[in-house]
Nanobody
């Protein structure tokens, strides 16, 4: 089992920045990679960014490229999402996810991840 706890959400004005954190506990040695998704009211949960621990390979959605940066700590138990130039349309609950399936790299789809955090609210005011 892996437990994930997000933090760092809040209210920010458009153009501002936030840094989200997600701390993993439990069987962290089994984590291949981690990712961030978000879900706005009335919308489906969508992929934001992911990082594969083995080669530190990252992948991001088009809306995140150039504004959001995913990174991890050396212990590979915490993943961060640095969000800059935030827009009102970035308002959503942001979820952290972990992939523990052997020989699988974290992808862009919900089914590519095995564990989820409870989410942290990000609100961007105009």
């Amino acid at each position: 089992q892996v437990q994930l706890v997000e933090s760092g959400g809040g209210l920010v004005q458009a153009g501002g920045s936030l840094r989200l954190s997600c701390a993993a506990s439990g069987r962290t040695f089994s984590i291949n990679g981690m990712g961030w998704f978000r879900q706005a009211p009335g919308k489906e949960r969508e992929f934001v960014s992911s990082i594969e621990w083995s080669g530190s390979t990252t992948e991001s959605s088009d809306f995140a490229k150039g504004r959001f940066t995913i990174s991890g700590d050396n212990a590979k138990t915490t993943v961060y999402l640095q969000m800059n130039s935030l827009k009102p349309e970035d308002t959503a609950v942001y979820y952290c996810a972990a992939d523990v399936t052997p020989s699988r790299a974290p992808g862009r789809f919900l089914d590519d991840f095995d564990y989820w955090g409870q989410g942290t609210q990000v609100t961007v005011s105009s």
